[in-house]
């Protein structure tokens, strides 16, 4: 069973970047789509970008596009989720998760979750 561990979050000032880590283990890497998914406290779990790694494809939510990518390393089995111009609103807990499905804005439908990074953006 794949296993995802996410790492990188901590706190940054307004205008700042972040790089956050998701490594992938238990089962062959390029299987998977590979999405990063934010919760802020009181609110739902929002996607924020998604990576193919059979179909090699990326797309990302409207509100982050210009900021944030997403990439993978294939040697070191890990996505990474660079943040750039980050705002207070960044501020969540963010979280990698896997399917071997195509992947999706919808967290319900990803079977494997990471425990979160959490990010924190000051004013």
């Known amino acids: 069973q794949v296993q995802l561990v996410e790492s990188g979050g901590g706190l940054v000032q307004a205008g700042g970047s972040l790089r956050l880590s998701c490594v992938v283990s238990?089962?062959?890497?390029?299987?998977?789509?590979v999405t990063w998914f934010r919760q802020a406290p009181g609110k739902e779990r929002d996607f924020v970008t998604s990576i193919s790694l059979s179909l090699n494809y990326t797309y990302s939510a409207d509100s982050v596009k210009d900021r944030f990518a997403i990439s993978s390393d294939n040697a070191k089995n890990t996505i990474y989720l660079t943040m750039n111009s980050l705002k207070p609103e960044d501020t969540a807990l963010y979280y990698c998760a896997a399917t071997l499905k195509r992947g999706s804005r919808y967290p319900t439908l990803y079977p494997y979750w990471g425990q979160g990074t959490q990010v924190t953006v000051s004013s």
């Open positions: 238990g089962d062959t890497f390029n299987k998977y789509a």
